[in-house]
């Protein structure tokens, strides 16, 4: 038995979902195999979507035109901007979800498009051919011949589930692991490596006493995640989440313990995420304090279950619940389902390239968990990636490199291939050098129009966009040109820390009519009231970009570039940056070695003008987004 398709995707999970629907938008025949038809679109772990930074990356999503945003706010309910005390670079949405709706809302959108097909089934093998994949084999028997793949299979890769001294195969709990494709990766050359993650308690939320909890509300109003939500039309249900914390009890029983946890007593060997430790963690290795949040989550508007954010942990079941009842409002807790801890296996992304592309097999793409990213937001936005890109190889398309300086895409790629990360990748604002701009708020102005270029977003939409920034502009205008006594201009007002958009359109109906669409208000306030912050980010911004662009060749042997350290040569021929840019934060490469290349790379441009025009073969180069 046999089928054909252009791009294969292995995984129904969220780098799943947005690898197929952007290959198959771009007019590919894609096939997505998964495990189970009914678990697309799963959240197994919170039910929640966004928050720091990730926020930022579902707004970049969107703006490229993925699902992750469009399906939050179809089974959103509750709403909340974080950090709206601190400046804009930080501040970022989040969203919980009714875990059911939002399987649905993915599973219709990937039924609903055509060239678009949907296979229950186990990939077991991938198959290449001169160092190119030409297709897999499934545990059903089915041959698969395809022109290019996205593999995204989340925890599932030789995964065992740890619950006290309880091992069990599995990538998540009723679902089996897959060791055949792990042991088919390593025959075609790949390096494993090995990770962990983990997940809370899901307790009856009739059992717990939310009134010495404290309350938080959703935002009111709500503010959808995708820009294509209209918000004048947007109500979502408003359900409340509640915050507790644990105490010194919790922590004497955890202690009291230690050698019955598999994260301390050995038998959980694998790296888990530095900032979102289990609770055994925080006590035992953190122990500072015994207060920790503890965030209860309902995970839907009829679940009978919440999730309790706070609690991740892989303890043996009667000291979870011991643990579980030690936290105030939790003395009477039923769990529903027990936590338990993933061992899984990854690639390390030194592996592959900027564009996600491997460098064993070409025309295999990687996404998801198996990178070494950890959250729902990472492994959405690099499906997009792998999407875009194996839907192009097809093609003979060049493919898409996401800057770094241009979205936090391309923060967290260029991370994962340039600088190994020691555990599961989590992305922070932090992270970039360009945060200023890189904001959520500004997100489709930034990125949407290679999106539209694509094809991937509506022409109607760009008709919006186009008049929501003339909109600013006109808004921005008017401030900096309105006097408003003593010399000064409204814009001078406006950047006085209490004074607000909105409180000068009180006075000023001109400026009102130029304000009244919130995101443009939002606009005009960050654009005037950070003016000479942005101006110094955007000059550091182009002389970033200008440094990233110059593309290194793909052959280069670094053993005859003169000057480089021992270290930055071994270092540079592992990797094999695109960019000097991209080699200049590599480990173990200095500035003076950045030097060197670039010395040497002026050398050989020149060197190439005197020589004569040859015949150059086809090749298909990446193409930088900007």
Known sequence: MSGSCDVLVIGGGHAGIEAALASARLGRR????TGSLEMIGETPCNP???????GQLVRELDALGGLQALATDAAGIHFRMLNTGRGPAVRAPRAQVDKALYRRFCRAALEGLPGLALREDQVTELVADGGRLVGARTAAGLEIHCRAAVLAPGTFLR???HTGERRTPGGQLGLPASAELAASLERLGFRLGRLKTGTSPRLAARSINTSVMKEQRPDDPPRPLSFRTDPAGFHPPAVSCWLTHTNERTGALIRANVGRLPLFSGQIRAQGPRYCPSVETKFVLFGETDRHQVFIEPQGLDAPDVYSGGLATSMPEDLQLEVVRSVPGLEDAEILRFGYAVEYDCVPADQLTVTLESKPVRGLFLAGQINGTSGYEEAAAQGWLAGVNSARSCAGEPALIMP???SFLGVMVDDLVSRRPAEPYRLFTSRSECRQELRHDNADRRLAKYALGMGLLQPAFGLRLSEKIRAIDAALNYLRRKPAGEGRALADVLRRPEVTVAALAAGDPELAALVRDPEVAEAAEIETKYAPYLARARGFQARMK??????????LDYATVPGLAREAREELARVRPATLGQAGRLA????ADVTVLAL?????????KAEPPTKAGPHRPAQRLG
Not at 600 to 608: F, G, K, Y
């Open 30 to 33: 894609t096939l997505l195999v």
């Open 546 to 555: 200008e440094s990233g662009a110059r593309r290194l060749p793909e052959g």
């Open 588 to 591: 173990g490469v200095t500035p």
């Open 48 to 54: 929640s979507v966004g928050g720091l930074a990730k």
């Open 404 to 406: 770094r300086e241009e």
């Open 159 to 161: 995964g065992e589930l």
């Open 600 to 608: 040497w790379l002026d050398r050989d441009r020149t060197a190439a």
